[in-house]
């Protein structure tokens, strides 16, 4: 089996010589960026990826997942790497501090996306939706639901995914038929839904799906989508979770 080595170097270099650290320093976030930070962060990365997340691609060919009664099963190297990417803190590098982020530029994290990207396409596809869905939910949610969900899914115990396409519509949003109607304090929301990455797993003790779909007296088109927060457990005022959703895996 081939090795896979990140060009840490070449990163820095790009970083350094093209984009200019040295002209960054005056920039909120950047004071304390220089090319030897960077190498630490990188180096480190470059471990994880290339000697924890790179061999899951032979479990992922060879052992793959399994669908048993709405609940899917994935390799165990895949579980072991999530772990390890959690545990070193990896899922919070540019995320909000006042959630448990390291509050770190964009600029930082991305070269490490990109390595987690190059070890094993799509078992990152895993943690880069988390980080979409904390972006979106740090930008445009409630204070309540920031407070309930955010810590969790930047520490990495909740997974987050976006769940868009229809069975009859496609990549055509303005055709999707999913409903939400009010119901209390939150949505009864009915419909199906395909292609969703990492859509069902057992790595995260909860998954936070971002879900389009349409409220009553919606307008046709794109005009009249929603977005809806659905978690695959239903999380407790004091983050405590709850019963299981009605949402299933299917296929």
């Not at 600029?107 to 980080?131: D, G, I, K, Q, R």
């Not at 639901?145 to 769940?163: H, P, Q, R």
Request: charged content about 20%; hydrophobic content about 40%; aromatic content about 8%.
């Amino acid at each position: 089996m081939s090795h896979f080595v990140p060009p840490v170097k070449d990163m820095i270099f790009v970083l350094d010589q093209f984009i200019g650290l040295d002209q960054l320093s005056n920039i909120r976030g950047f004071d304390e960026i220089d090319k030897e930070f960077l190498e630490s962060i990188y180096d480190s990365a470059s471990e994880i990826a290339s000697e924890v997340i790179a061999p899951t691609n032979v479990d992922g060919d060879r052992i793959g997942v399994s669908l048993e009664k709405g609940k899917v099963s994935v390799p165990r190297g895949y579980k072991e790497a999530y772990a390890a990417y959690v545990s070193g803190g990896w899922p919070t590098l540019s995320c909000n501090p006042e959630f448990g982020g390291q509050g770190l530029p964009s600029l930082v994290s991305m070269p490490v996306n990109e390595m987690v990207m190059a070890a094993n396409f799509s078992w990152a596809h895993l943690v880069l939706l988390t980080n979409s869905v904390v972006r979106a939910v740090g930008a445009h949610a409630e204070p309540s639901l920031k407070d309930l969900f955010l810590k969790k899914l930047i520490a990495g115990e909740y997974s987050g995914t976006m769940v868009l396409t229809e069975p009859q519509a496609g990549s055509d949003l303005s055709a999707l038929n999913t409903s939400a109607v009010p119901n209390g304090d939150h949505y009864k929301i009915t419909g199906q839904k395909i292609f969703i990455t990492w859509g069902e797993h057992d790595l995260s003790e909860n998954i936070i799906h971002m879900v389009l779909a349409r409220l009553p007296d919606a307008p046709e088109g794109v005009k009249g989508i929603s977005l809806f927060l659905v978690p695959k457990y239903l999380v407790n005022e004091d983050r405590s979770l709850g019963e299981r959703n009605s949402l299933e895996a299917v296929s």
